[in-house]
C-alpha cells in the first residue's frame, strides 16, 4: 500500500497530535480520510492517522501507541463482524474506556445491534454513503471534543485522589520536612498530567517583628503554569518558592493544584504557630517549674527530666500526637504547688513532724487548684498529674486514699517516674541513691506504691530510659 496511507507527517504548532486510527480494508476509505483530516486542527493541535487494513494490523497498532483519541473502524473486513470483534478487543481486552469508536459500513445490513452499540460503549455509527467531506469533519471534531473532555474528567479525578491523599498525610502526619513533602506531591501531579514540573527556592524572607496572623497563603500565577507563593518555615521566617510545570494547565486544573496547595500552605502554617505556641509555653513552664523547686534547693533538671521521661511513658500506652506534647509540658508541673509550702518545711534537713507532713501533702491539692482554673486540656490534665502523682496503688497514698484504677493513669505513670527520677538526686533530707538501689526500691514497691502494669512498661523499656541519663551498660 502507498505509505501516505500508513501515517500522516503533518505537526501540529507544539509537537503534539490527535492520534486518529481509521481501519478498512478500502483503500480509498483511508485516502479520502487523510484529504479531510490533514486541514483538521483542534485547540492548536493537528491530527495524525493511522491506517490499519485489517482488524489484526489495528491490533498491533493499539498495543504500540498510546492515547489514540478516536477509531473509525469499518465493521466487515476479513470477516462480516470483523470491526465488532476489534470493538470488543478494545473494551474488553484492552479495558479502554477513553478511545472514542465510530463504526463505519458499506453496507446497511450491517449496522451493530443496539445492544452491542451499548455494551461496547459505540460512540457513532455511520454509512460510508453519508460522510462527505463536511460530515466527516464535524464527525471527528465532535469525537474529539467527547475524549478530551473524558481525559480531562479523569485527569481531574486523579488530581482530586492524590491531592486528597496528600492532605491526609499532612493533616494526620508528623512531617518535619514540608518542602521535601510539597516536592514529592507536585511530582506526583505532574506525573498524572503528563507533563514536568521545576521547584525552584526564590530566598527567605524574615520577620523581625512579630506578627499576630498568620502569613499570606495568596498563589501568584503566571500565564497558567507557574505560581509564586511563601512556605512558612519557622514563626518569623518564610521561604519564597516557585513552581513552574512546563505547559500550561486547564482551568480546572489549575483551581484543583491552587485548592491543595491553599489548604498545604494553610496546615503548615497552623503547624508551625502550633509548635512554636507549645515550645513558647514548654519554656514558660520550665521557668516557673525551676523557680518551684528551686524553693527546695532542687534542680530546674528535675521537672525537664520528670517531662521526658512521662512522654516516653506515655507513648508505650498508646498516647500519640499532640497528646504526647501535652504530656511531657503537664509532668513538669506536677509539683508547683510546692510554691504554697513554706520553706521551712520544704527545706527542713530531717524528717518531718505529722503536722509539718500534714502540710507538704498538700502541695497536690495546692497544685491541682492552681492548675484546673485553666480551662484547657494541657491544664486539666496537668492538675489532675499535680493531684495525684502521690496516690498509691495499694490505698496508702494522699491526698484522697485512691487504690488501684480509681487513681488516674497519668497519676500513675508520673508517680513511678517521680520517684525514679528523685532517687537519683541528693535532697537535704538525704544523699542520692546508687542506680542498684533505686531499681530494688521500685521493683519491691511493684503493686504496693506502683501500678504493677505501669511497672511492667517500666521495665520493659528500661534501656530507653536510663539512656536520658547517659548509663552506660
Request: aromatic share 10%; hydrophobic share 40%; net charge negative.
Amino acid at each position: 500500500m502507498p505509505s501516505f496511507l500508513k501515517k500522516s507527517s503533518s505537526k501540529g504548532g507544539n509537537g503534539e497530535f490527535w492520534k486518529i486510527l481509521v481501519v478498512d480494508d478500502e483503500p480509498d476509505v483511508h485516502a479520502i480520510t487523510s484529504v479531510v483530516a490533514r486541514d483538521i486542527e483542534f485547540e492548536g493541535k493537528k491530527v495524525k492517522l493511522y491506517s490499519a487494513f485489517s482488524s489484526e494490523e489495528a491490533r498491533r497498532i493499539l498495543q504500540e501507541v498510546p492515547d489514540i483519541a478516536l477509531a473509525i473502524i469499518d465493521v466487515v473486513m476479513e470477516k462480516d463482524m470483523a470491526g465488532l470483534e476489534l470493538v470488543r478487543y478494545i473494551r474488553e481486552e484492552l479495558k479502554n474506556p477513553y478511545i472514542r469508536l465510530v463504526i463505519r459500513t458499506g453496507q446497511p445490513g450491517s449496522a451493530p445491534p443496539r445492544e452491542i452499540v451499548l455494551k461496547y460503549d459505540i460512540n457513532d455509527y455511520r454509512e460510508k454513503a453519508e460522510l462527505s467531506s463536511n460530515g466527516l469533519f464535524t464527525m471527528i471534531i465532535a469525537r474529539l471534543r467527547e475524549y478530551r473532555d473524558i481525559v480531562e474528567l479523569e485527569t481531574q479525578k486523579r488530581l482530586l485522589e492524590r491531592s486528597s491523599f496528600y492532605s491526609s498525610v499532612v493533616l494526620n502526619s508528623d512531617i518535619q520536612d514540608f518542602e521535601e513533602t510539597l516536592t514529592e506531591t507536585l511530582d506526583s501531579f505532574s506525573n498524572i498530567l503528563g507533563l514536568t514540573v521545576k521547584v525552584e527556592k526564590l530566598g527567605e524572607i524574615k520577620e523581625d517583628k512579630f506578627n499576630e496572623s498568620l502569613p499570606s497563603v495568596n498563589l501568584s500565577w503566571r500565564e497558567d503554569k507557574s505560581v509564586e507563593f511563601s512556605l512558612r518555615k519557622e514563626i518569623n521566617l518564610s521561604e519564597r518558592i516557585k513552581v513552574e510545570f512546563s505547559k500550561p494547565l486547564t482551568l480546572r486544573q489549575l483551581e484543583i493544584i491552587s485548592i491543595f496547595l491553599e489548604r498545604y500552605l494553610v496546615t503548615v502554617n497552623n503547624y508551625v504557630l502550633s509548635k512554636d505556641l507549645i515550645e513558647t509555653l514548654y519554656k514558660v513552664i520550665y521557668i516557673i517549674s525551676e523557680v518551684t523547686e528551686t524553693r527546695s534547693l532542687e534542680t530546674g533538671e528535675h521537672v525537664r527530666r520528670v517531662g521526658r521521661l512521662a512522654k516516653l511513658l506515655a507513648s508505650k500506652f498508646g498516647y500519640e500526637g499532640e497528646f504526647l506534647e501535652f504530656f511531657e509540658i503537664a509532668a513538669m508541673l506536677h509539683d508547683v504547688g510546692k510554691i504554697g509550702i513554706p520553706d521551712a518545711i520544704l527545706n527542713k534537713p530531717g524528717k518531718l513532724s505529722d503536722e509539718e507532713f500534714k502540710i507538704m501533702k498538700r502541695h497536690t491539692t495546692i497544685g491541682y487548684e492552681i492548675l484546673s482554673t485553666v480551662d484547657h486540656p494541657l491544664f486539666k490534665l496537668a492538675a489532675n498529674i499535680a493531684l495525684y502523682h502521690h496516690e498509691n496503688w495499694d490505698g496508702t497514698g494522699y491526698p484522697k486514699g485512691l487504690k488501684e484504677e480509681q487513681i488516674p493513669l497519668e497519676g500513675r505513670i508520673v508517680s513511678i517516674i517521680d520517684v525514679y527520677d528523685a532517687l537519683f538526686s541528693d535532697r537535704v533530707y538525704r544523699p542520692a541513691w546508687s542506680e542498684d538501689n533505686v531499681i530494688r526500691y521500685i521493683k519491691e514497691n511493684c503493686g504496693k506504691k506502683f501500678d504493677p502494669r505501669v511497672c511492667e512498661v517500666f521495665f520493659e523499656n528500661y534501656e530507653e530510659i536510663r539512656s536520658i541519663y547517659g548509663f552506660k551498660k
